[in-house]
């Protein structure tokens, strides 16, 4: 359903500052695939990310999306394809405005927009039902400004509102690192849930290796922006972090893991 | 009984004043985008809706709306200057602003346009009132009292238009744009496009402000317009400090109409109090920067008072 052929991406380029961030990588996902993806500082995986999203366009290779070529499709052209939470859980909503505004900007990915209400009546019951599954006590609070939500459930109603619609893919860009290890846990089991419920098809950036192989069906690691690891079903099951530290440092010619790998 | 007569005026042209602070309103505080390109259409409304009043004589309820419209394709230049061209919002905003003053220049062929035994607005709807003796009052005071109304009602109605526009589909991604611009992208919406629309639309009210100024002060100047963000930005501060920070939209709008009214209040007050005019700038430029100050002086001692505990 996505695969990225020969992509390359250099920042800076001729400059001191020029840093090669992608050298030719390739990734296919198949339909309902739940992907993690992990690597070291500078690997790739959030650049991967955002050429997926059109924040930035590669220089070279290609990004189709079943069978649509997005390569250099403009950012908020292609998010009706795509559902996406960031690491800053200030980045996926807006603060000064209610949950309720938020989730219906959200309802409204990919559909023409016009001069009809905001809201709908009908539709706050939906964001209540679908609030009370986040199991956070939001479906009370519907006209709360988003700002004065807590990181953890700023992070779970961005993941809300990236699903409201069925995207095709979820990029979730290390979503659960700016979260106290338990508002992690629980918006990772969030993610988990929403994501078999409606069996979607999710790529997650994580530094955190444990998660990388308790959740989802198939694990990648990047290194030097390429993929160096490739691994899914009963064989990621049986993998541990020390197979991954093993791992990466093999590629990487003894180069330790960073500590932020190793202690998460 | 001067002070009073005082008040009285600045009532009406608060009111002639006060959709001006609410365009300003729309790019400062909704959009998050500091327009300057309001003080070039504030006379730019004034300037079209005077000409076409003296030179083609054109009904002025007309001019109004045509020169609301020019006001829109100004604020159309800025925004293609900062979306396409990609120049600095402050900087669009100076560019077009700068541009307009010969753009006005050209428009009266000079440096302002009397419009005093014209037919105006309120030469207009006076003409439905009887003659203000049979009222047993001064053709002044009618006339105050009749901007007053036309400013009134005119305000209110931009206000029930803004509401209800911002609180559709389209409404909603303009404010969200201002407030998080990556999330709206996320959402499917063209960023650069809702700012473009942001823009149009309060440079359309300020220059709709401006004709109404126009019309009610009797002749457009070229340089009308300079300090006009400061005085939108005084009716917006002013309004937000005396109804603590309203909370719903429509308050918050009326809040903005009331603060205009109280800013002029203020500088009646100040130049009977015998303030000299030349300085009225630099009084509206102190009382923002205080206004605008207080909540971030207040912030920083509520955390230095956390820290200490």
Request: charged share 20%; with cysteine; net charge positive.
């Amino acid at each position: 359903m996505l695969r990225i052929s020969d992509l390359y991406k250099t920042f800076n380029p001729n400059t001191v500052n020029e840093k090669k961030v992608l050298k030719g990588l390739n990734l296919e996902l198949k339909d309902g695939d739940f992907v993690t993806v992990i690597g070291g500082n500078g690997a790739g995986k959030s650049t991967m990310l955002n050429m997926i999203a059109g924040v930035h366009f590669p220089d070279r290779g290609s990004i189709l999306l079943d069978g649509e070529d997005i390569t250099y499709m403009q950012e908020f052209k292609r998010s009706k394809y795509l559902g996406r939470v960031f690491q800053d859980p200030m980045m996926g909503t807006a603060s000064n405005m209610e949950i309720q505004e938020n989730l219906a900007l959200a309802y409204r990915r990919g559909k023409k927009r016009g001069m009809g209400w905001g809201i709908t009546k009908e539709e706050k019951e939906l964001y209540i039902d679908k609030l009370k599954v986040l199991d956070l006590g939001l479906e009370t609070r519907l006209t709360t400004k988003v700002g004065l939500l807590s990181g953890g459930q700023r992070q779970a109603l961005t993941l809300l509102m990236a699903t409201l619609r069925k995207p095709k893919l979820l990029l979730l860009d290390e979503h659960t690192a700016a979260l106290d290890p338990k508002t992690a846990q629980k918006v990772l089991e969030i993610s988990e849930q929403i994501i078999f419920g409606s069996s979607l098809t999710a790529l997650m950036v994580t530094h955190n290796m444990k998660n990388a192989i308790q959740y989802g069906n198939r694990l990648i690691m990047m290194y030097e922006g390429k993929v160096i690891y490739d691994v899914a079903g009963e064989e990621k099951k049986k993998l541990r972090v020390n197979d991954l530290l093993e791992k990466f440092q093999s590629v990487s010619g003894g180069e330790f893991a960073n500590d932020r790998m190793i202690l998460s | 009984m001067n002070i009073v007569m005082a008040l009285f005026g600045a009532v009406s042209q608060g009111l002639s004043w006060a959709i001006l602070a609410l365009g300003v309103y729309l790019t400062f505080r909704i959009l998050n985008f500091a327009d300057m390109s309001c003080e070039g259409s504030f006379a730019l409304g004034g300037s079209i809706s005077a000409v076409l009043i003296v030179k083609l004589g054109l009904n002025p309820f007309l001019t109004v709306i045509l020169a609301t419209l020019a006001g829109m394709m100004a604020g159309l230049i800025t925004g293609l200057l900062h979306t396409k061209l990609k120049i600095p919002a402050i900087l669009s905003g100076i560019l077009t602003m700068i541009g307009l003053y010969s753009i006005n220049l050209r428009i009266m062929g000079q440096a302002n346009t009397p419009i005093i035994g014209q037919s105006t607005m309120i030469s207009l709807v006076k003409g439905l009132f009887p003659e203000a003796k049979a009222l047993g009052m001064k053709d002044s005071t009618l006339q105050t009292w009749i901007t007053m109304g036309i400013g009134l009602v005119l305000t209110v109605v931009v206000i029930a238009l803004l509401y209800w526009y911002f609180g559709t589909e389209i409404g909603c991604c303009i404010r969200a744009t201002g407030n998080n611009e990556v999330m709206v992208r996320a959402q499917g919406v063209n960023t650069d496009s809702m700012k473009t629309l942001g823009l149009v639309i309060s440079n359309g009210l300020i220059a709709l402000s401006g004709a109404i100024v126009t019309q009610s002060q009797g002749y457009a100047d070229v340089k009308m317009g300079v300090g006009a963000i400061v005085i939108g930005l005084a009716s917006i501060v002013i309004g937000e400090v005396i109804f603590l920070r309203p909370k719903s939209f429509a308050s918050r709008l009326f809040s903005i109409m009331i603060g205009s009214i109280i800013y002029r209040m203020i500088i009646a007050v100040v130049l009977q109090l015998g303030l000299n005019t030349d300085d009225l700038k630099l009084f509206t430029a102190i009382v923002v920067a205080i206004a605008l100050s207080i909540p971030n002086l207040k912030k920083n001692r509520v955390t230095a008072h956390r820290r200490v505990n």
